[in-house]
């Protein structure tokens, strides 16, 4: 059985940071590309960073680019999302997922096949 599991969520200040974790089991996550994910309350699904299965290619969603930094560990089948700088704009459920995308691009969440549970992170004094 495939799982993803994001950990690292929660309630964090205006201008702070937390840095999420996307554990796998039951699959070669080395074998796979993973994005992050976001959603906010009312509003759809977006694509926030994605990194390609080697980790050597990278791809940010412009609202994140300079803040948020994407990496993988493949011996230890984790993805982590470094998240620095936060706004309140950045809330929502954070999900990861793994998959072979037609191209490295944060818009294409469709073509991802494994998906986490997702976490909460909320930003606000």
């Known amino acids: 059985q495939f799982e993803l599991v994001e950990s690292g969520g929660g309630l964090v200040q205006p201008g702070g940071s937390l840095r999420l974790s996307c554990a796998a089991s039951?699959?070669?996550?080395?074998?796979?590309?993973v994005g992050w994910f976001r959603q906010a309350p009312g509003k759809e699904r977006e694509g926030v960073a994605c990194i390609s299965s080697s980790g050597g290619s990278t791809n940010y969603a412009d609202s994140v680019s300079g803040r948020f930094t994407i990496s993988r560990d493949n011996h230890k089948r984790t993805v982590f999302l470094q998240m620095n700088s936060l706004k309140p704009e950045d809330t929502g459920v954070y999900y990861c997922?793994?998959?072979?995308?037609?191209?490295?691009?944060?818009?294409?969440?469709?073509?991802?096949?494994?998906w986490g549970q997702g976490t909460q992170v909320t930003v606000s004094s």
């Open positions: 997922a793994a998959g072979w995308p037609s191209k490295l691009r944060v818009d294409l969440h469709a073509e991802y096949d494994y």
């Open positions: 039951g699959l070669i996550l080395e074998e796979y590309a």
